[in-house]
């Protein structure tokens, strides 16, 4: 991030809920109660996207989606996320 004169500044606020830091562990929300959750979507599935801290830093969100930078796409179905206690970890 820069101010207004190019200089670099430190972000001063936490990620969105959507984002994950990188060397971090984290949670995404989930509907339902903790005894039965439950996805927020008719089609049953998460897809999960793994951006490295380069480009999220480097590019606009825009030019990320668009050229599909990201290093491993990962998507999950209900009954996956059933039989890992819905956890999922990823290890680079």
Known sequence: MEDASGNPIEP????PDYRINAY????????????????PC??????LFF????TMRSYEWEKIYKNQMFVK???????????SDWKYTYSP
Do not use: M, Q
């Open 12 to 15: 001063g606020f936490a990620s």
């Open 24 to 39: 971090t562990f984290g949670f995404l929300r989930i509907w339902g109660p903790p005894k039965n959750p439950r996805l």
């Open 42 to 47: 008719d089609e049953n599935v998460v897809t």
């Open 51 to 54: 951006i490295t801290e380069k």
């Open 73 to 83: 796409k990962i998507t999950l179905t209900k009954e996956e996320l059933e039989n």
